[in-house]
């Protein structure tokens, strides 16, 4: 599959100096068919979150949504496929219901 290829970091932090915590990260690379920074901008622009919780759901949305869809054959993600679908549709209307 061609795409955008990321290394995505999470990095745990202490609560009070937010300095990382020693040891306590992970590191793993993911293909994904869209441009992930992309989105995260305009998840931010788009307003309601905070810039964190924006980035937060529009880089685990997508992360989901590229499994999903590779999997989406597979028993574990047959049912939340149209589900995920219907929610990013709704994301990308800015959160209206579909005219009927």
């Given amino acids: 599959m061609k795409g955008n290829l990321y290394r995505i970091t999470v990095e745990s932090l202490d609560e009070n100096t937010q300095q990382p915590v020693a040891g306590a990260s992970l590191s793993f690379n993911a293909l994904c068919h869209d441009d992930i920074l992309a989105i995260v901008?305009?998840?931010?622009?788009?307003?309601?979150?905070?810039?964190?919780e924006s980035a937060a759901m529009?880089?685990?949305?997508?992360?989901?949504?590229?499994?999903?869809?590779?999997?989406?054959?597979?028993?574990?993600?047959?049912?939340?496929?149209?589900?995920?679908?219907?929610?990013?549709?709704?994301?990308?209307?800015?959160?209206?219901?579909p005219q009927a």
């Fill in 41 to 52: 901008e305009r998840t931010r622009n788009r307003g309601g979150l905070s810039s964190d």
């Fill in 58 to 97: 529009a880089v685990g949305l997508k992360l989901l949504g590229e499994v999903a869809l590779r999997h989406r054959n597979e028993a574990l993600f047959e049912e939340l496929g149209p589900q995920l679908g219907a929610f990013i549709q709704k994301l990308k209307r800015g959160g209206a219901e």
